[in-house]
T-cell receptor, first 113, second 114 residues
Framework: KQEVTQIPAALSVPEGENLVLNCSFT??????LQWFRQDPGKGLTSLLL?????REQTSGRLNASLDKSSGRSTLYIAASQPGDSATYLC????????????FGQGTRLTINP | KAGVTQTPRYLIKTRGQQVTLSCSPI?????VSWYQQTPGQGLQFLFE???????NKGNFPGRFSGRQFSNSRSEMNVSTLELGDSALYLC?????????????FGQGTRLTVV
């Protein structure tokens, strides 16, 4: 059974810092890994999708890496801004022939002005 | 291009009642999956529909059911509501469902059972 863990559970940093969020998963047989952002009481916004054959993906100030063999992914946020404050979730999709994502518990990020 | 639309956004129901939630996927997407989010359990997979067929189901009791229509819109039904069913229900759509395609989520329906 796939299990996804995110560390840390919460993170508070001053504006402008570069930071790294971690995600680990127990079963390396995955199609892809997706990073999402969730604002309080809202839905999920897709940030980055990394296919299992890829090592990293970049979008603006965000960079996500994937090491499938070790079961790890990191989300790097450069030059953090108060607007980046949200909960960040990672999810993996396995080989079960259907859209079924297994999520971590998330990292609650607070960027202090 | 319109995103994933969930209705209603908020619901308050009484224990024992039933409820139906609706999800309209992104145009052209054929897969709709449903998730329950609670503070204690996080995001948990309920089921996924593709071309009107349920392809996968999570570990939830039979009170939770769903269906998908020919236009890919999906509904989720919960019968005999319990207090523990209070949660944010999210649906996601993707082009094919599985095989590495990206999932896009709606804003969710906040269900409160009193």
């Amino acid at each position: 059974k796939q299990e996804v863990t995110q560390i840390p559970a919460a993170l508070s940093v001053p504006e402008g810092e570069n930071l790294v969020l971690n995600c680990s998963f127990t079963d390396s047989a995955i199609y892809n890994l997706q990073w999402f952002r969730q604002d309080p009481g809202k839905g999920l916004t897709s940030l980055l999708l990394i296919q299992s054959s890829q090592r990293e993906q970049t979008s603006g100030r965000l960079n996500a890496s994937l090491d499938k063999s070790s079961g790890r992914s990191t989300l790097y946020i450069a030059a953090s801004q108060p607007g980046d404050s949200a909960t960040y979730l990672c999810a993996v999709e396995g080989f079960q022939g259907a859209q079924k994502l297994v999520f971590g518990q998330g990292t609650r990020l607070t960027i202090n002005p | 291009k319109a995103g994933v639309t969930q209705t209603p956004r908020y619901l308050i129901k009484t224990r024992g009642q039933q409820v139906t939630l609706s999800c309209s996927p992104i145009s052209g997407h054929r897969s709709v999956s449903w998730y329950q989010q609670t503070p204690g359990q996080g995001l948990q997979f309920l089921f996924e529909y593709f071309s009107e067929t349920q392809r996968n189901k999570g570990n939830f009791p039979g009170r939770f059911s769903g269906r998908q229509f020919s236009n890919s819109r999906s509904e989720m039904n919960v019968s005999t509501l319990e207090l523990g069913d209070s949660a944010l229900y999210l649906c996601a759509s993707s082009l094919e469902g599985g095989r590495g395609t990206e999932a896009f989520f709606g804003q969710g329906t906040r269900l409160t059972v009193v």
